[in-house]
């Protein structure tokens, strides 16, 4: 089942359909952005991959096409910004999907990462017909944590070496939202200031394990 891709805005932001012909504009913004990117980005723990952006679309796409995924860019002002993932998507009893996205460091701090993030998890809500939706954050990914803080993602747990990042097995505080707790959508819920307090916070306990890896027994 292909799933339609939205072209979604609000203000300044902009999330539309990924497209083959972004390869190369995508390619010199990941270049440009190594050293703010790097630590986030999932890596094959079976050896090093190669750098195919072009590769790497057209999977997303085949992906989307079976009904598994919807890949996004994100713009800004009509600069391209980033990119959003929905992934893994399942129906049925189940009717969830996990989002993951990345946003160039010129971009930080202007809203541009929740905003996207709110507009497609409202699709994916109310108009795909999904129940839940899941986003995985590396504990020392602060950037990243805001984002949930600021949408009212509800804290679900720490997941120990859960996705291989940058060379390794990483931790990662998990969030999610079912649509039960946002029937105004999670846009107009976060522009209505409306967000409940604290309910992205993880436990002490929580944080103080993700200080700690677990140990590799060999």
């Known amino acids: 089942m292909a799933l339609y891709?939205?072209?979604?805005?609000?203000?300044?932001?902009?999330?539309?359909?990924?497209?083959?012909?972004?390869?190369?504009?995508?390619?010199?913004?990941?270049?440009?952005?190594?050293?703010?990117?790097?630590q986030w980005e999932a890596t094959n723990p079976n050896g090093p991959s190669g750098f195919d952006t072009r590769g790497s679309i057209r999977a997303l796409l085949a992906n989307s096409r079976a009904g598994h995924g919807m890949p996004f860019i994100i713009e800004y002002e009509g600069q391209l910004a980033g990119?959003?993932?929905?992934?893994?998507?399942?129906?049925?009893?189940?009717?969830?999907?996990?989002?993951?996205?990345?946003?160039?460091?010129?971009f930080a701090g202007k809203n541009a990462t929740p905003t996207a993030v709110a507009l497609v998890t409202d699709h994916c809500f109310f108009t795909v017909g999904l129940?839940?939706?899941?986003?995985?954050?590396?504990?020392?990914?602060?950037?990243?944590l805001r984002v949930v803080e600021k949408l009212?993602?509800?804290?679900?747990?720490?997941?120990?070496?859960?996705?291989?990042?940058?060379?390794?097995?990483?931790?990662?505080?998990?969030?999610?939202?079912?649509?039960?707790e946002v029937r105004q959508g999670v846009l107009r819920r976060w522009k209505d200031g409306a967000v409940p307090a604290l309910v992205a916070q993880r436990p002490e306990v929580d944080v103080r394990a993700a200080e700690h890896p677990l140990p590799v027994i060999k």
């Open 131 to 144: 129940h839940r939706m899941e986003i995985c954050i590396r504990p020392e990914n602060k950037p990243s």
């Open 152 to 180: 009212g993602f509800r804290y679900e747990g720490l997941r120990r070496r859960y996705i291989h990042i940058n060379g390794d097995w990483r931790d990662h505080f998990c969030f999610a939202l079912v649509v039960e």
């Open 5 to 38: 891709l939205p072209t979604l805005s609000d203000g300044p932001v902009t999330v539309r359909p990924v497209r083959v012909r972004d390869a190369r504009a995508l390619e010199r913004e990941l270049l440009d952005n190594r050293a703010w990117l790097r």
């Open 83 to 106: 990119q959003l993932n929905v992934s893994s998507i399942s129906y049925g009893s189940l009717s969830s999907a996990t989002i993951g996205y990345w946003v160039s460091e010129r």
